[in-house]
């Protein structure tokens, strides 16, 4: 079934946050975010990631008998498979973390494999879309987005972009200015 159809009506947007910061980069990058999209109309739902308790995988490759529970697991990755259900798509939201996703949000990606066991189709294709926002201390993202512009291939997912913060660690953390490449990025969502 074609969730995502791109420019033909409002989306469900899904935005894992994966920085702890409530004030923070990553946060001001998905309030920006969110103006776009919500302005074209779309419906935007933010998890803060760090508010709930999910373990990492334990690779066991038992998920996949309960589709109301597909991971082995019971914790609040429960939350996250609920939301997945109806999002199209998917916004992934993080500080740059030795180049790479934040341990948090990489904890949720790799707890996603669990909907692929109960069935391929319901992490692979869908018609999903898939977006990247950085915010990082430094000026070094291109790792991470060859990870996700990877990750958008495998998964076939559209890829919507990226958009990012630079230089994080020389600015005041409490007068950050308005992150336009993250609300282009939501504006584009159509
Ligand atoms: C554990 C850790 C690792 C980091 N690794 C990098 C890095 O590899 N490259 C970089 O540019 N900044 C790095 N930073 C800086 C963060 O990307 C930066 O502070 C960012 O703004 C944090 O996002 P936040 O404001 O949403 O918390 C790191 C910070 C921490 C705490």
Same mark, same amino acid.
């Given at each position: 079934m074609l969730l995502y159809s791109g420019g033909e009506g409002l989306a469900n947007i899904l935005v894992l946050n994966?920085?702890? /910061?409530? /004030?923070g980069f990553t946060a001001a990058m998905i309030s920006a975010f969110c103006k776009g999209a919500e302005e074209g109309g779309n419906n935007v739902s933010v998890i803060n990631l760090s508010s709930l308790k999910i373990h990492s995988?334990?690779?066991?490759? $038992?998920?996949? $008998?309960?589709?109301?529970?597909?991971?082995a697991i019971r914790d609040d990755m429960d939350i996250i498979f609920g939301e997945m259900k109806t999002a199209e798509v998917i916004v992934f939201a993080t500080p740059l973390f030795f180049w790479s996703y934040s341990g948090t949000l990489k904890n949720v990606i790799d707890r996603l494999w669990a909907l692929a066991e109960c069935d391929r189709s319901m992490l692979i294709g869908k018609g999903r879309a898939g977006a990247l926002l950085v915010a990082a201390g430094?000026?070094?993202p291109e790792l991470l987005y060859e990870h996700f512009d990877y990750m958008m291939t495998r998964l076939a997912w559209k890829n919507l972009g990226h958009a990012e913060i630079l230089h994080?660690?020389?600015?005041d953390i409490n007068n950050i200015p308005f992150c336009e490449s993250a609300y282009r990025l939501g504006k584009s969502i159509k």
């Open positions: 994966g920085s702890a /910061r409530p /004030r995988c334990i690779g066991c490759l $038992k998920g996949g $008998k309960d589709s109301l529970h597909p991971c430094g000026s070094h994080t660690d020389e600015q």
